[in-house]
Protein backbone atom coordinates (compact mmCIF):
# COMPACT_ATOMS: atom_id res chain seq x y z
CA UNK A 1 0.00 0.00 0.00
CA UNK A 2 1.34 3.30 -0.93
CA UNK A 3 0.78 6.19 1.23
CA UNK A 4 -0.18 9.93 -0.25
CA UNK A 5 1.05 12.85 1.00
CA UNK A 6 -0.44 15.84 0.41
CA UNK A 7 0.49 19.34 1.92
CA UNK A 8 -1.12 21.81 3.19
CA UNK A 9 -0.16 24.04 0.25
CA UNK A 10 -1.70 21.63 -2.21
CA UNK A 11 -5.02 21.24 -0.60
CA UNK A 12 -5.49 25.17 0.04
CA UNK A 13 -4.46 25.69 -3.76
CA UNK A 14 -7.00 22.29 -4.29
CA UNK A 15 -10.00 24.13 -2.55
CA UNK A 16 -9.37 27.39 -4.28
CA UNK A 17 -10.11 25.99 -7.51
CA UNK A 18 -13.36 23.85 -6.19
CA UNK A 19 -14.06 26.95 -4.35
CA UNK A 20 -13.20 29.88 -6.52
CA UNK A 21 -15.93 32.97 -6.40
CA UNK A 22 -18.39 33.47 -9.06
CA UNK A 23 -17.59 36.34 -11.46
CA UNK A 24 -17.95 39.83 -9.80
CA UNK A 25 -16.89 38.62 -6.37
CA UNK A 26 -14.19 37.74 -4.62
CA UNK A 27 -12.34 35.93 -1.41
CA UNK A 28 -11.53 39.16 -0.28
CA UNK A 29 -12.94 38.77 3.26
CA UNK A 30 -12.49 42.04 5.75
CA UNK A 31 -13.37 42.33 9.28
CA UNK A 32 -15.00 45.07 10.73
CA UNK A 33 -15.01 46.13 14.20
CA UNK A 34 -18.35 46.71 16.23
CA UNK A 35 -18.42 48.89 18.70
CA UNK A 36 -21.04 52.05 19.60
CA UNK A 37 -23.79 53.06 22.41
CA UNK A 38 -26.09 55.36 20.17
CA UNK A 39 -29.45 54.70 19.70
CA UNK A 40 -30.81 54.15 16.54
CA UNK A 41 -29.03 53.35 13.34
CA UNK A 42 -25.06 52.32 13.48
CA UNK A 43 -23.01 52.32 10.84
CA UNK A 44 -20.67 49.28 10.80
CA UNK A 45 -19.38 49.11 7.47
CA UNK A 46 -19.79 51.88 5.03
CA UNK A 47 -21.22 52.00 1.86
CA UNK A 48 -19.34 51.12 -1.89
CA UNK A 49 -20.08 52.77 -4.68
CA UNK A 50 -21.25 49.92 -6.94
CA UNK A 51 -20.95 47.01 -5.06
CA UNK A 52 -22.96 45.36 -2.08
CA UNK A 53 -21.47 44.14 1.38
CA UNK A 54 -21.93 40.27 2.29
CA UNK A 55 -21.45 39.31 6.02
CA UNK A 56 -20.57 36.12 6.28
CA UNK A 57 -19.84 36.08 9.88
CA UNK A 58 -21.07 38.10 13.23
CA UNK A 59 -21.20 38.30 16.35
CA UNK A 60 -22.38 40.80 19.24
CA UNK A 61 -22.65 41.42 22.35
CA UNK A 62 -23.96 44.12 24.70
CA UNK A 63 -24.07 45.73 28.09
CA UNK A 64 -27.71 46.24 29.32
CA UNK A 65 -30.99 44.89 27.65
CA UNK A 66 -31.63 45.87 23.96
CA UNK A 67 -33.33 45.45 20.98
CA UNK A 68 -31.00 44.73 17.84
CA UNK A 69 -32.26 45.28 14.31
CA UNK A 70 -29.93 44.72 10.99
CA UNK A 71 -31.47 47.21 8.47
CA UNK A 72 -31.00 47.17 4.79
CA UNK A 73 -31.09 44.06 4.26
CA UNK A 74 -32.27 42.01 0.76
CA UNK A 75 -35.10 41.34 0.27
CA UNK A 76 -37.14 43.10 3.24
CA UNK A 77 -35.98 46.18 4.98
CA UNK A 78 -34.33 44.72 8.03
CA UNK A 79 -34.15 41.58 10.11
CA UNK A 80 -36.76 42.07 12.83
CA UNK A 81 -35.54 43.38 16.51
CA UNK A 82 -33.92 40.72 18.14
CA UNK A 83 -34.26 41.32 21.99
CA UNK A 84 -31.08 40.68 23.98
CA UNK A 85 -30.11 40.45 27.98
CA UNK A 86 -27.85 42.60 29.64
CA UNK A 87 -24.53 40.83 28.88
CA UNK A 88 -25.78 38.81 26.26
CA UNK A 89 -24.06 37.73 23.24
CA UNK A 90 -25.01 36.83 19.31
CA UNK A 91 -23.21 34.77 16.84
CA UNK A 92 -24.26 34.39 13.62
CA UNK A 93 -22.18 31.67 12.16
CA UNK A 94 -19.48 31.31 9.32
CA UNK A 95 -21.31 30.87 6.07
CA UNK A 96 -22.37 27.65 5.06
CA UNK A 97 -20.91 26.21 1.92
CA UNK A 98 -23.88 26.50 0.59
CA UNK A 99 -22.89 29.76 -0.15
CA UNK A 100 -26.07 32.04 1.38
CA UNK A 101 -24.60 35.04 3.23
CA UNK A 102 -25.77 35.74 6.39
CA UNK A 103 -26.87 39.02 5.66
CA UNK A 104 -26.72 41.37 2.31
CA UNK A 105 -27.26 44.72 1.36
CA UNK A 106 -28.64 46.70 -1.54
CA UNK A 107 -25.90 47.68 -3.58
CA UNK A 108 -24.37 50.81 -2.82
CA UNK A 109 -25.65 50.87 0.86
CA UNK A 110 -23.95 50.44 4.40
CA UNK A 111 -24.24 47.78 7.00
CA UNK A 112 -26.03 49.50 9.69
CA UNK A 113 -26.88 47.78 13.00
CA UNK A 114 -29.58 49.58 14.90
CA UNK A 115 -30.32 49.24 18.68
CA UNK A 116 -33.37 50.13 20.52
CA UNK A 117 -31.46 51.40 23.79
CA UNK A 118 -27.83 52.80 24.78
CA UNK A 119 -26.18 49.95 25.69
CA UNK A 120 -22.45 49.20 24.16
CA UNK A 121 -22.51 47.68 21.49
CA UNK A 122 -19.25 45.37 20.97
CA UNK A 123 -17.85 42.58 18.23
CA UNK A 124 -16.75 42.14 14.97
CA UNK A 125 -18.50 41.27 11.37
CA UNK A 126 -16.88 39.36 8.93
CA UNK A 127 -17.81 40.14 5.45
CA UNK A 128 -17.01 41.00 1.52
CA UNK A 129 -17.78 43.45 -1.49
CA UNK A 130 -19.43 41.98 -4.30
CA UNK A 131 -21.30 43.31 -7.40
CA UNK A 132 -24.09 40.62 -6.91
Same mark, same amino acid.
Given at each position: ???????? /? $???????? !?????????? @????? =???? $??????????? =?? @?? #?? %?? =? *?? *????? #?? $??? $????? %??? &????????? #????????? /???? @?????? =???????????? @? &? #????????????? !?
Amino acid at each position: MKKIVVSL /V $TLIALAGL !ILAPASGQSF @GTQAA =TVSF $TSTGNNTVIAA =TA @GK #AV %RV =T *WL *WVCVS #AA $TNI $TIVEV %RPS &TNSGAVPMT #ANGCMTLPA /VPLN @GFPLAI =TSVGNAFIINQS @G &T #AQVSGAVYYDLTN !I
